[in-house]
T-cell receptor, first 114, second 114 residues
Framework: DTGVSQNPRHKITKRGQNVTFRCDPI?????LYWYRQTLGQGPEFLTYFQNEAQLEKSRLLSDRFSAERPKGSFSTLEIQRTEQGDSAMYLC????????????FGPGTRLTVL | LAKTTQPISMDSYEGQEVNITCSHN???????ITWYQQFPSQGPRFIIQ???TKVTNEVASLFIPADRKSSTLSLPRVSLSDTAVYYC???????????????FGQGTTLQVKP
């Protein structure tokens, strides 16, 4: 399967701990997005990479959140000092340079902060 | 990005045609209309995109009237497996200055009954 993959699929952590999620996009896609989705809501944009450059960050991405995409391949999203309000599904999506509005989403990482 | 309004939920029965209408009164000249489908515990999946008139693919049809202030996603002969959340999005993703981020609303939860 050459789709977008995310690891881990589920993460349970205690408040105050740091967590890191990984996203492996479709290999030829140079655009990569992170979204967050809470129950009953649509996904909310967090940040966007074009190759290794992080070009846009939502104000939802507080200073406890950091994302990287070294070498323009996989990406990581780290949350420091997790809070219960961080509990959500974290979705990664990728698209080619000219992909327009068709993004390919991974299965997501469900984070539960106790 | 133009705001969209769609019903929160819809019910249907297997074998029926389902039409989900989305309002986007402030759609801009360069905006496209896109629909995504999301099953529980999965990332959204691109279904169809259109600019005007009618677009059809193997999954659905998209009807867009001349004023483009609304659009209708049509799912022919639904089955139980079509039970999902359907999102209508509007935006100018082809614009060179656009990062391509998607702005999701709450979507329409379609429940198909046997």
């Amino acid at each position: 399967d050459t789709g977008v993959s995310q690891n881990p699929r589920h993460k349970i952590t205690k408040r105050g701990q740091n967590v890191t999620f990984r996203c492996d996009p479709i290999s030829e896609h140079n655009r990569l997005y992170w979204y967050r989705q809470t129950l009953g809501q649509g996904p909310e944009f967090l940040t966007y990479f074009q190759n290794e450059a992080q070009l846009e960050k939502s104000r939802l991405l507080s200073d406890r959140f950091s994302a990287e995409r070294p070498k323009g391949s996989f990406s990581t999203l780290e949350i420091q000092r997790t809070e219960q309000g961080d509990s959500a599904m974290y979705l990664c999506a990728s698209s080619p340079e000219t992909g327009g509005n068709e993004q390919f989403f991974g299965p997501g990482t469900r984070l539960t902060v106790l | 990005l133009a705001k969209t309004t769609q019903p929160i939920s819809m019910d249907s029965y297997e074998g029926q045609e389902v039409n989900i209408t989305c309002s986007h009164n402030n759609i801009a000249t360069n905006d496209y209309i896109t629909w995504y489908q999301q099953f529980p515990s999965q990332g959204p999946r691109f279904i169809i995109q259109g600019y005007k008139t009618k677009v059809t693919n193997e999954v659905a049809s998209l009807f867009i009237p001349a004023d483009r202030k609304s659009s209708t996603l049509s799912l022919p002969r639904v089955s139980l497996s079509d039970t999902a959340v359907y999102y209508c999005l509007v935006g100018d993703w082809a614009g060179s200055s656009n990062t391509g981020k998607l702005i999701f609303g709450q979507g329409t939860t379609l429940q198909v009954k046997p």
